[in-house]
């Protein structure tokens, strides 16, 4: 399966009639990760019908409301869905502290244990691994501690060429260490080399989240030439200032990080109620990286490995 | 001003395509008054381009997250929005102690002051008196404690006749004793009677909400006659042992207690996310009392005085 990014949410602290607050599903490696959870996040993935059947972990940037509002809602209607299975919560320091009272009062029943994860948004550190991914976050500045995600998928095992592992005769046995790149010995002694039985693993991609960030440029080398970047976009050229005042980034500041860094895309969000229209923001961006595109809401897109450009 | 009521949301704890948790608007004598506030109220009060300018209090009827989950994210905007005048939340004991800590963390430099005004919920009071209106409790029947609210209009100020009032000389100084139901004696001592210088004030008019209930006759005498009720009708007949189980009533048994009240118009609501059509719940309520309309989120319900038919 593609990895793909599904927008809940590109709008950023006051909601209007086309964005609500951050939050967006990514499917990676047959598993669904919650970046953000603004207020409505499961009311757009009911609007949407989507079911999170795969989901073991929400990752949560910072404890501003429209990050974390959807939060209590969401769990307490997993619940009412019966899900089961565990669920962590990756989140800044303090995030225990102030959800942890609301689920016991609200969620007393759950069928579910969820797991408060808390990182120090200071470090990029590793705070997910499993055999196919790892999520790192990525320190960034804004009014309060912050982190972003970097998703990577690690390499696949190698596919089997049916034909050549007939011929062969290599038995089942033997397949997955073969698609972990041995050679094959047959009975004969003789050493049939991977690359005649295999063909490469399908290419890894890799996603950054960085919302929400004053322009920051230590992001670049921790996101250099990932596939897709969601960079924060608050404001255009003309609120420079406030972008400053308020530690967010222009859609042209934004750009400049996804072109410093190289990466394959850029999509921006976290847009101020005050663009009904975009495309000021959209053009902006585009003059400094033209690979940019407008996040919105209720839509998907693929996340491909694209040929780095540094 | 015609009392008006806009449903943000009619649906239960599960949201779906068309339907919100729990929230609506009353218009009431010139102020706003915000009943309930599920997740996503100020979402659609934006979707709709509502603006809160005479909101002074909301009520909340019971500590169900679909009741209440939308406060913390509606209070944090309205701070964002310079909005300055008091906020009172009235709401079930325990309000304050579930929602203060979240309020300071997230909304600590709010604008404007919140009060907390808890009620007893087993006891029918006074929570609310102006000059124009009232707001009583109305306690339900549900799996924790749980309020109706019953908004009752003050009799006005009597019209004065223009033209007669002309004809009569009376001096401005006068008018407001006039209104209020006073004769008018002229400088020669002649009493011009009230009936000949006014005509009666607007009708007044009363909207009662019931959401979350069991089928609960106590309700019977505290709504007799009033104008408008909304009553909760989560599930059609075919789901009355689950109603039963989970304390909430049938669209039959809300039309039952819409009928035996004596109401004048009824508007069914808090729809389990099972009915994405609604007709077989007015289809049954209807068979108990023809008038009644199914709530729709976004759609606005004027509220008009009708003749008690007991």
Redesign the interface.
């Known amino acids: 399966m593609t990895a793909k990014l599904t927008i809940l949410g590109s709008g950023s ?5 086309d964005n ?1 607050p951050s939050a967006q599903l990514l499917d990676m490696r047959e598993k669904q990760f919650l970046i953000d959870c603004g ?2 996040t ?2 757009r993935l ?2 949407m019908g989507l079911k999170l059947n795969r989901l073991g972990h929400i990752f949560i940037s910072h ?3 429209d990050h974390c ?2 939060l ?2 969401l769990i ?2 997993l619940g ?2 019966n899900r089961t299975a565990d669920l962590h919560i990756h989140g800044p320091i303090g995030i225990q502290e ?1 959800f942890a ?2 689920l016991k ?3 007393d029943e759950l069928p579910f244990k969820v797991f408060f994860e808390e990182f120090d948004a200071r470090h990029s550190v590793i705070i997910y691994e499993d055999r196919s991914l790892s999520v790192t976050t990525l320190p960034l500045r804004h009014r309060m501690p912050c982190a972003g995600f970097l998703f990577r998928e690690k390499e696949g095992l190698r596919h089997l060429l049916r034909e050549s592992v007939d011929f062969h005769k290599v038995p089942v046995s033997q397949f997955n260490l073969i698609r972990q790149g041995a050679d094959y010995v047959n009975p004969e002694g003789e050493v049939i080399s991977n690359n005649l039985l295999t063909s490469p693993p399908n290419p890894v991609v890799s996603y950054a989240y960085c919302s929400d960030t004053a322009y920051h440029e230590a992001l670049i080398p921790l996101i250099k030439g990932i596939d897709l970047l969601y960079h924060e976009a608050t404001f255009a050229d003309a609120e420079l200032i406030r972008a400053r005042q308020t530690l967010h980034s222009t859609a042209r500041q934004a750009a400049r990080i996804a072109s410093k860094a190289g990466v394959g895309r850029l999509l921006i969000g976290h847009f101020s109620a005050r663009y009904s229209n975009k495309d000021i923001l959209l053009k902006e961006a585009q003059e400094e990286f033209i690979q940019t595109e407008l996040a919105v809401d209720m839509q998907t897109f693929a996340i491909e490995s694209v040929v780095k450009s540094i």
């Open positions: 602290a006051l909601p209007t009639r609500f207020e409505g499961q009311i009911r609007q404890l501003h409301g509002f959807g209590i809602g307490s209607s009412m869905l102030l009272p609301q009062f609200f969620c």
